[in-house]
């Protein structure tokens, strides 16, 4: 075999090689991209989605913006709430809920304040840092976030009507039940049974609604 042979040989054995490398790099760079995007879905359930609407459908800017809260906030131990703090968290709440009948828009707003000082109190940054909360809440309360964004908008919106306040509330509720869960935090669903909101709605329906 000359040698021009066996060079040509050789580097024919190396290019392919090189092929098959970047296959291989290429198809386990897919499998990973498929992989993270499972997980981000089982961790953030409805926040990936709403995560990748807000990035206009572009999967990897909703991913980077996630992943990066992850890293931001993920090691946030939430400190745990004493009794009577729960307590007295719950009677606030039991409090702005009996308001809204007679002022919705207050009573949302109060719901705001009240979810922002909790938030703090676990441990979350504080209210004056809103996206940085809701960044962190994001993490930590992937299922339940949206409550205190819902409440945020529906409060200051002059045009939202008392349906709109009234879901906004209910939405809110469920982020208020999961950050005062005795203990390590734990997901608490959305109020979504029929019976559930019934009962909720009866209570917050203002004076003279008819509704």
């Known amino acids: 075999m000359s040698t021009l042979t066996t060079v040509l040989t050789i580097a024919a054995v ?3 090689i090189a092929v098959l ?5 290429l198809l386990r ?8 995007t499972r997980s981000l879905k089982r961790r953030f359930g409805p926040e990936y989605h709403r995560t990748l609407e807000r990035h206009g459908g572009d999967t990897e800017a909703a991913h980077h913006d996630l ?12 400190l745990p709430l004493e009794r009577a703090v729960r307590e007295q968290y719950a009677a606030q709440w039991t409090t702005l809920q009996e308001r809204f009948v007679d002022a919705p828009r207050q009573a949302v707003a109060d719901a705001e304040q009240l979810l922002a000082r909790i938030a703090a109190t676990r441990g979350f940054p504080a209210g004056d840092r809103r996206d940085e909360q809701l960044a962190a809440l994001s993490v930590h309360h992937p299922r339940e976030v949206e409550g205190l964004r819902t409440a945020r908008r ?3 919106s002059a045009s939202a009507s008392t349906d709109e306040l009234r879901a906004a509330l209910i939405h809110a509720r469920a ?14 669903k959305a109020p979504s049974h029929k019976a559930s909101q019934q009962g909720l709605r009866h209570l917050l329906r203002p004076k003279g609604s008819g509704v």
């Open 14 to 16: 190396i290019a392919v």
């Open 29 to 36: 760079a897919r499998k990973g991209t498929g992989s993270g």
């Open 175 to 188: 982020l208020f039940e999961s950050m005062t869960t005795a203990g390590p935090v734990t997901s608490v």
């Open 154 to 156: 529906a409060a200051h």
């Open 21 to 25: 490398l970047a296959a291989g790099v």
């Open 67 to 78: 992943r990066e809260r992850v890293e931001r906030y993920g090691r946030i131990r939430p």
